[in-house]
């Protein structure tokens, strides 16, 4: 069964600090990625996604996240975080079997930005 | 306008009361989706919809029904509430590839409290 692990729970970083969020994931196959965010009050909003190709994604909001399959990892990296950045994030797999993406999510992990 | 809407937004009820969620779609999609969302255990699949004809058990459908009435309409019910399912419901919709290489969009969610 394929498996989603977001080893951090809470972070807290600076304004215009780095960010890195760790996602580790176990599937039997090349797994469909994703990272999704949460704004308090609002749904998911999907930042970016890896299905094949190129190992370093690029997404919305200055965000990318690199696939790297002998880690088993998908770290999502943004170079300098901003205070709307605090939200929960979410990191996806999916599977791709023909038969339609039924994603397993992880547990999240709730960034919050110090000004 | 929202592209994925969900009825309602908030709702109170008390345990044994038959209760009804509501999801439209103006996306044009194929695929919808129901999952729950718990603090700390991030998003879990309730029951998901290929087509109109097509309904499929997630990992967590005990408890639970739902109705396609319409491409556009996905509805989640809980015949008797329980305590233990409060928590966050969202919808989602994707559209059909046969790699399942999809995206899903989310709704903005309903928060349901069962007293």
């Known amino acids: 069964a394929q498996s989603v692990t977001q080893p951090d729970i809470h972070i807290t970083v600076s304004e215009g600090a780095s960010l890195e969020l760790r996602c580790n994931y176990s599937y039997g196959a090349t797994p469909y990625l994703f990272w999704y965010v949460q704004s308090p009050g609002q749904g998911l909003q999907l930042l970016l996604k890896y299905f094949s190709g190129d190992t370093l994604v690029q997404g919305i909001k200055g965000f990318e996240a690199e696939f790297k399959r002998s880690q088993s990892s998908f770290n999502l990296r943004k170079p300098s975080v901003h205070w709307s950045d605090a939200a929960e994030y979410f990191c996806a797999v999916g599977r791709g079997t023909g038969g339609g993406n039924k994603l397993t999510f992880g547990t999240g992990t709730q960034l919050k930005v110090e000004l | 306008d929202a592209d994925v809407t969900q009825t309602p937004r908030n709702r109170i009820t008390k345990t044994g009361k038959r209760i009804m969620l509501e999801c439209s779609q103006t996306?044009?999609?194929?695929?919808m989706y129901w999952y729950r969302q718990d603090p700390g255990l991030g998003l879990r699949l309730i029951y998901y919809?290929?087509?109109?004809?097509?309904?499929n058990k997630g990992e967590i459908s005990d408890g639970y029904s739902v109705s396609r009435q319409a491409q556009a309409k996905f509805s989640l019910s809980l015949e008797s509430a329980i305590p233990n399912q409060t928590a966050l419901y969202f919808c989602?919709?994707?559209?059909?590839?046969?790699?399942?290489?999809?995206?899903?969009?989310f709704g903005p969610g309903t928060r349901l409290t069962v007293t």
């Open positions: 996306k044009g999609h194929d695929r």
């Open positions: 919809s290929f087509d109109v004809k097509d309904i």
């Open positions: 989602a919709t994707s559209d059909h590839t046969w790699t399942g290489a999809e995206e899903q969009y």
